[in-house]
């Protein structure tokens, strides 16, 4: 059997003040599984995510992702490795106002050296599987909450990620928007995309993964499989 895409083992997390924002965790995720993260606000949800895309480090433990011992790379291997195998989606879409949806999506892969032309036609295949093609020439500033959603969701994609991370990525959005979102995901999901979810809306959890775990005064306190209907 393949090792589990993603390997926490024995982590915790500690700020200068409070008590630990995450202590001993364990927890192994495998490559297709779409993972809900829940838990009330404070319970180390974010924090658990940014250990995972090496946007943090733990004060003790190991953070293993795609083989890899996250939790030890330089600040440069760590550049390459949010650039190459993840991809991140956000309650508020982070994307830069100055620049058209089609070169915000094209960003990532020119980043990590891929041509324009051939960077320029992988943005516009994935415009048109997320259904915005047409939205391609315009500012993301023109686009609705849940437009906008979905070119950072094809932005995750560009650079074709192990790992697709969201940090409540309906969090924003209107409800007929978030559905959308929600049903992307599951699609995403069902074509093989690994996916790691952060959210406190037990619906967008239960609609969109195939797994659960709640944490709770960071620790896991739940663990359980879901049926997507
Ligand atoms: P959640 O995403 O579930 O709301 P967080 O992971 O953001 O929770 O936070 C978990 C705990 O760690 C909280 O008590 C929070 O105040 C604390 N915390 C998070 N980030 C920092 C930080 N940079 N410095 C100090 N404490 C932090
Ligand atoms: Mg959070």
Not at 97 to 114: C, H, I, K, R, S
Not at 154 to 174: C, H, K, S
Request: aromatic letters at 4%; proline letters at 3%; one cysteine or more.
């Amino acid at each position: 059997m393949t090792a589990p895409l993603i390997q926490i083992r024995d982590v915790s997390k500690k700020y200068d003040v409070g008590r630990p924002a995450l202590s001993k965790i364990d927890l192994d995720v495998r490559t297709g599984e779409a993972l809900a993260v829940l838990g009330r606000s404070g319970s180390g949800k974010s924090t658990l995510l940014n250990l995972i895309a090496g946007l943090d480090k733990p004060s003790e433990g190991a953070v293993i992702v795609d083989g890899l011992r996250v939790d030890e790379m330089s600040e440069a291997a760590l550049a390459r490795y949010r650039r190459e195998r993840i991809g991140m989606v956000f309650q508020f879409f982070n994307l830069l106002d100055d620049l058209t949806v089609d070169d915000n999506v094209m960003l990532p892969a020119q980043l990590a050296g891929m041509a324009a032309g051939t960077a320029r036609k992988r943005a516009a295949g994935l415009l048109e599987s997320l259904g915005i093609a047409r939205h391609a020439k315009a500012y993301p500033g023109r686009l609705s909450g849940g437009e906008r959603q979905r070119v950072a969701v094809a932005r995750a994609l560009m650079n074709r990620p192990a790992l697709l991370l969201a940090d409540e990525p309906t969090g924003a959005l209107d409800s007929a928007s978030a559905a959308d979102v929600r049903e992307l995901l599951v699609e995403l999901n069902r074509n093989g995309q690994t996916i790691l979810l952060v959210t406190h809306d037990v619906a967008l959890a239960r609609s969109c993964t195939t797994r659960t775990i709640e944490l709770l005064d960071g620790r896991i306190f739940r663990d359980e499989r879901v049926t997507v209907q």
